[in-house]
């Protein structure tokens, strides 16, 4: 239950720094978040759309692919990532 706490508490504090438009501090949480939970592809989803937001989109395919392994039949991760790959 800590952990997942823990999880929420970050991606609060990734959706506050996206807001006031801080991709490196919103991908900084994310990271912490995925630390501990590392198989939850949801999180790798949120930090990908921080990076794609920064416009770092190598990064942004790094954590779509990672997400897609762990939850290959997500069809909104499928279409994120073509997104990612027409920018």
């Known amino acids: 239950m800590e952990t997942e706490n823990g999880v929420k508490e970050y991606l609060i504090q990734g ?12 991908i900084a949480a994310c990271t912490q978040a995925v630390q501990l939970d590392p198989d939850d ?13 920064k416009g770092d989109y190598d990064m942004a ?8 392994r762990l939850d ?14 027409c920018q």
């Open 15 to 26: 959706f506050l720094h996206h807001a006031n438009g801080d991709f490196d501090q919103e």
């Open 41 to 53: 592809a949801d999180l790798y989803v949120f930090r990908g759309s921080a990076y794609m937001s």
């Open 72 to 85: 290959p039949g997500n069809d909104k991760v499928k279409h994120l990532k073509e997104i990612i790959l």
């Open 61 to 68: 395919i790094a954590d779509i692919e990672t997400a897609l």
